[in-house]
């Protein structure tokens, strides 16, 4: 069963105006590009060189999200008419693969949301455990929301090694 309903969720953040979380569609994904984009050069730039950022982005194309698209759980945040950003979660892997808000929207409450969603599919889908590879600058954010880093490892670019920080998380079913 479906838990968008739950997506609505209230918080102090709205104040800024109401997010929505929805299933990502094959139309979004120049929307989804530019967010990615955008989010790593901005909101990475603090742990990463101008290189290691120029690498991360050259190799992001809009085809790429096609099949994670089709596959899901995708979602995106949408406030207004317009996209402000996104995750997706591997369902076989039990891995989130992304997960990046727009620059402007920073610090909103939009990163906490689309991760709740993600978690709320995963345990849908009878996941326990979440996994992810966090970025430098990320890990505290994920920290706040219960995940526990693992031994720093490098992450392969295409032709560069960045650092990055294994994170996973139990999954509790809140009861309510
Ligand atoms: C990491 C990211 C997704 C967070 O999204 P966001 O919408 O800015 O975060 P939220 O506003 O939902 O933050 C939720 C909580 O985490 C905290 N938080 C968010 N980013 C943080 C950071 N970089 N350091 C410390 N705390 C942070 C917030 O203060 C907030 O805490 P509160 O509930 O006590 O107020 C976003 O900054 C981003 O897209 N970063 C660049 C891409 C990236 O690194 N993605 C991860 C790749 S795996």
Redesign the pocket.
């Known amino acids: 069963m479906s838990r968008e309903s739950d997506f609505k969720v209230r918080s ?2 709205d104040k800024y105006g109401a997010v929505t979380i929805r299933n990502a569609r094959q139309v979004d994904k120049g929307a989804i590009w530019e ?1 990615h984009i955008r ?2 050069k ?3 730039k ?1 742990h990463y060189s101008e290189r290691e950022l120029q690498i991360w982005t050259e190799v992001l194309k809009p085809v790429r999200y096609e099949e994670q698209i089709s596959k899901g759980p995708f979602f995106v945040a949408v406030a207004g008419d317009s996209i402000i ?1 996104f ?1 997706n979660l591997n369902q076989k892997s039990g891995e ?1 693969e ?6 402007e ?11 709740q969603a993600l978690e709320n599919q995963a345990l849908d889908l009878g996941l326990k455990l979440l996994r ?4 430098l ?9 219960g995940y526990k880093p693992q031994k720093q490892k490098r992450w392969l670019l295409p032709s560069e090694m960045v650092v ?1 920080v294994p994170m996973v998380k139990e999954l509790v079913e809140e009861l309510s």
């Open positions: 102090k953040y967010i989010a790593i901005e909101l990475c603090s950003g995750g989130i992304a997960l990046y808000v727009d620059p929207y920073a610090g909103r409450g939009v990163g906490i949301k689309i991760l992810l590879t966090s970025s600058n990320a890990v505290r954010f994920y920290e706040r929301a990055c």
